[in-house]
């Protein structure tokens, strides 16, 4: 796996010089992000049993760190702008390191302190990492994306299954320290960054851009659909398994890896599928497997076919995130980095209303099968907004600002 990720890298020209050290430092910046946003979900239990709360008490964790990654992404650009990429990226994973170690505290109230320095940290790195890795490969800023997203994935991946193995040996003093030292270390390199001038933001790129043209309020509606089908797809199909007859926890998390698996596999392969094809076909492409396989997934008519159904949902969702991003900074020009906050919120926006929308619908109806078709509707309206992209890009004002 390493020896392919570092061949993909090489790819995407990310490999070619020692001005990528720093860039090589976010991608590894980057895989810690995803364990810091997935660890939660195996955490909850000990901390609920830790403070003693209720699951309506419990779910404020969650509030908090979505609180916090929000208000850090609508002022990300303005931070670029101000102190460069490292100086951000430095004060976001100390902003994480701080937030893991309160976690250790005694109280339910720095717990949710801590979680919301937790979602500062991450609302800080996904757009500042994004940023960078576009700025630094003109020309390839699809393929160098689609493996910084990879990176997440396979943190994200990583931080249950890490979480898995470490809270039965050690519980909190075991885990808690295990991700305090690499966001420290990483924290201590960003820093160190400042010294190479090669971490701050190309001349022009963070200008005030104002009110956010055309292309960014696509692409912003864009990820707000994506990020709300992908957290909904993802976080409801191990409860979708088990509700079926002969369900069960281990289908379910099964289930649940294959989605990961066809993201993972997606966006490791897609520097190579760029080759032969454009990014606006390849997201095209990738809407159109996500379709049929979030349609199969429902009518499946027994369990081969339904994990092959949610393995086909993760790899065409794969290559729609970054090569969207990719996109949009690479023809927003210089208002990229301005406009970058509003795109970014509009996914995490995403990412906490369908869920929900998709539990109360379950809820109201008494069928989670049911509730299932609004990510499948999402993907279809990504269509119709990559369509509005697409005429966007032709146009000449569009397509070739300065």
């Known amino acids: 796996m390493l020896i392919r990720f570092g061949a993909a890298c090489q790819t995407a020209g990310l490999q070619s010089s020692k001005t990528d050290r720093f860039v090589l430092l976010v991608h590894l910046g980057y895989g810690f992000t995803g364990v810091m946003t997935t660890v939660l979900g195996p955490l909850l239990p000990v901390l609920a049993g830790r403070w003693s709360l209720t699951d309506a008490q419990a779910g404020r964790l969650f509030t908090a760190e979505f609180a ?26 100390a902003s994480m390191l701080a937030g893991v170690l309160g976690l250790g505290l005694p109280s339910f109230w720095t717990g949710l302190v801590s979680m919301l320095f937790c979602g500062v940290g991450c609302g800080l790195v996904i757009p500042a990492s994004n940023l960078l890795v576009s700025e630094r490969s003109p020309g390839r800023a699809a393929a160098a994306l689609n493996i910084l997203n990879f990176a997440w994935c396979v943190g994200a991946v990583a931080g249950p299954m890490a979480a898995g193995l470490l809270i039965p040996l050690g519980g909190l003093r075991l885990l808690l320290p295990s991700l305090a030292v690499p966001f420290g ?49 993802s976080g409801w199909i191990p409860s979708y398994i ?75 969702f794969s290559v729609v995130f970054p090569t969207a991003v990719a996109v949009f900074t690479e023809h927003s020009g210089p208002r990229a980095a301005r406009e970058a906050p509003y795109v ?18 379950s809820t109201q109806t008494g069928s989670l099968r049911l509730a299932l078709l609004l990510p499948l509707l999402s993907t279809l309206a990504m269509m119709g907004v990559e369509r509005r992209i697409s005429s966007l890009l032709a146009q000449p004002r569009i397509s070739r600002i300065p």
């Open 68 to 93: 916090g990654s929000l208000a850090a992404v609508a002022v990300s650009g303005r931070l670029i702008a101000r102190f460069g990429f490292s100086g951000v990226l430095a004060g976001a994973f």
């Open 344 to 361: 970014f919120a509009a996914g995490g926006l995403g990412g906490a209303v369908v869920p929900w929308l998709v539990g109360c619908l």
């Open 185 to 233: 270390m990483l924290a201590a390199a960003a820093y160190a960054g400042k010294t190479n001038g090669r971490s701050q933001p190309a001349a022009g790129s963070v200008e005030d851009a104002g009110w956010p043209g055309p292309l960014a309020v696509a692409t912003a509606l864009l990820l707000f659909l994506y990020v709300g089908a992908e957290t909904a797809l």
């Open 242 to 316: 088990r509700r079926l007859p002969a369900g069960s926890d281990s289908l379910g998390a099964m289930g649940q890896s294959l989605f990961w698996a066809g993201i993972l596999l997606g966006r490791l392969s897609a520097p190579l599928a760029l080759r032969a094809v454009g990014s606006g076909a390849l997201v095209w492409a990738g809407l159109g497997v996500n379709a049929l396989g979030s349609a199969a997934l429902l009518v499946a008519p027994g369990y081969p076919t339904l994990l092959a159904a949610i393995f086909a949902a993760g790899l065409g």
